[in-house]
């Protein structure tokens, strides 16, 4: 069974920086797509990032594309997203997923089959 784990969520002044992680164990990490999603109060899971099994490939939804990168260590098992200069938008419980099936990047919920618990974070303005 994979689980996943966030942490590095926290409160943040906007126009600072957040880094999150995902530690990964019980399966093949690197053969895993893996995404990050957030979700706010009343809102529906929103797709942020996403990197294939290599690493070699990611995607970015315009609504963040130039303030976050998401990154992995295969050797780690951890999927990486570091966000910057963050806006009070941004407030969300985040959460990694892991696609075990693809070879593509999804950005439906639906693709990813293993979710981690969520990590908050909360942009003050």
């Known amino acids: 069974q994979v689980q996943l784990v966030e942490s590095g969520g926290g409160l943040v002044q906007a126009g600072g920086s957040l880094r999150l992680s995902c530690a990964a164990s019980?399966?093949?990490?690197?053969?895993?797509?893996m995404g990050w999603f957030r979700q706010a109060p009343g809102k529906e899971r929103e797709f942020v990032a996403g990197?294939?099994?290599?690493?070699?490939?990611?995607y970015y939804p315009d609504s963040v594309k130039g303030r976050v990168t998401i990154s992995r260590d295969n050797g780690k098992n951890t999927v990486y997203l570091q966000m910057n200069s963050v806006k009070p938008e941004d407030t969300a419980v985040y959460y990694c997923?892991?696609?075990?099936?693809?070879?593509?990047?999804?950005?439906?919920?639906?693709?990813?089959?293993?979710w981690g618990q969520g990590t908050q974070v909360t942009v003050s303005s």
């Open positions: 019980g399966g093949l990490f690197y053969n895993y797509v």
């Open positions: 997923a892991a696609d075990p099936s693809s070879r593509y990047i999804g950005t439906s919920p639906n693709r990813y089959d293993y």
């Open positions: 990197i294939n099994r290599s690493g070699g490939s990611r």
